[in-house]
Each structure stands twice: as C-alpha cells, then as structure tokens.
C-alpha cells in the first residue's frame, strides 16, 4: 500500500463548479497534511495546509481532514480556468523518528470554460 | 522576501559524469529539503538537512549526496550518472519540516 494515494485523474470540471480532489494516507500517526498545486513546467506552490480534523476554508479552496478515516480533501469552489493544473497531496511520516514530506502522485485538473 | 533559488535551471550531462546542485532557501529557514520528481515516480524525497546536519533521508543510493552550509545555501551531488537520474530537482525551504516551500527546480538531462 502506497503510503499517498490520490486518483492521478485527469479530472475534468466545468468552470462555475466545484472541483473535489481525494487523497488517503496509511500512516495513522500523521499530523501535518499539505496540497500543493504544480502547473505544468513549474513547480509546486503551497495551497493550504491542516492539522485538524474538520474543514479549514482560504478563499474558494476547503480543505477538509477526516483521521479516523484516513483522508483529506481539497474542494476548489467557482472552478476557473487558471485553476487546472495538478494537485498534490503531501503528508508529513514518522517512520522511528525519520520524518519526511510525502507526496501522492498528484491529480491532474482540467476546468472546462 | 525572496524566494528559494536554484542553480542552475538546466543541465546536461553524460553518463558517468558527475553534478551538483545549488538551492539557496528562504532567508531565515534552516530546513532545507531535495526532492526528485520524475514523470513515473512522481515527487520522491531525498533528504533533509537542518542547521548543517542530514535530519532525513530517503531511499536513494548514496551516488546521492547533500550538504548544507552555515548559511543554510545547500547543495546536492550526485556521482556516477546513469540514464534513469534524468529528472527536475527540486528543493524546499522551511523554518522547520512541515511548510515547505520550493524552488524553481533544476532539469538535469543525462545523455
């Protein structure tokens, strides 16, 4: 089992409408959870980051953290264009004291205008 | 504030050859970590270091290497090239582990 997993997509949402992106983790001591946003040729940009279980809001994006069921979310509201691009998830692990950033393999996100 | 920098943007280089890398982090974060992203793999961690110390590190060989100076600039080396090392590194700065930020990335092409 992947330590990340997200569906790698490609999602394709209208423009107006809200893009819901998924991503579970295996690590049941993880504290620190993070999406970032890569757009082709760039590299990722930090969109939100939540340590809580519940809803966090910044703007048209929600992350939403659930523990017990090992998930977290990224709801982008009033999908533009400029929002399409791929979307990390990233999970701070503890493996015997070696913490490191670990990323899923990103979900590629197409806004139809 | 200025972000992190990489140097150089873009390199090629045969098999065999050695590189290294530069990543100069956020002014004031001493965290600075080095990643691999590769189409296949996706964003895959190398190591961390943290005040001139290795904190992390990830599975890679050790043809990978890091080191960080008392400026907290780091640099990555890898020896040895092979055809499967092509990829875009990335570093990412932080005052401590959790929010990373990164750099531009270099694209290293091995011929």
């Known amino acids: 089992q992947k330590e990340v997993e997200q569906n790698s997509g490609p999602l394709s949402v209208p423009e107006g409408a809200i893009a819901s992106l998924n991503c579970t983790y295996s690590?049941?001591?993880?504290?620190?959870f993070f999406w970032y946003r890569q757009y082709s040729g760039k590299s990722p940009e930090l969109i939100m980051s939540i340590y809580s279980n519940g809803d966090k809001e910044d703007g048209r994006f929600t992350a939403q953290l659930n523990k017990a069921s090992q998930y977290v979310s990224l709801l982008i509201r009033d999908s533009q264009p400029s929002d399409s691009a791929t979307y990390l998830c990233?999970?701070?692990?503890?493996?015997?004291?070696?913490?490191?950033?670990?990323f899923g393999t990103g979900t590629r996100l197409t806004i139809i205008p | 504030k200025a972000g992190v920098t990489q140097t150089p943007r873009y390199l090629i280089k045969t098999r065999g050859q050695q590189v290294t890398l530069s990543c100069s982090p956020i002014s004031g974060h001493r965290s600075v970590s080095w990643y691999q992203q590769t189409p296949g793999q996706g964003l895959q961690f190398l190591f961390e270091y943290f005040s001139e110390t290795q904190r992390n590190k990830g599975n890679f060989p050790g043809r990978f290497s890091g080191r960080q100076f008392s400026n907290s600039r780091s640099e990555m080396n890898v020896s040895t090239l092979e055809l499967g090392d092509s990829a875009l590194y990335l570093c990412?700065?932080?005052?401590?582990?959790?929010?990373?930020?990164f750099g531009p990335g270099t694209r290293l092409t091995v011929l």
């Open positions: 990412a700065s932080a005052l401590v582990t959790d929010t990373q930020y």
């Open positions: 690590d049941r001591g993880s504290q620190s």
């Open positions: 990233a999970v701070k692990v503890s493996n015997f004291g070696n913490e490191k950033l670990t």
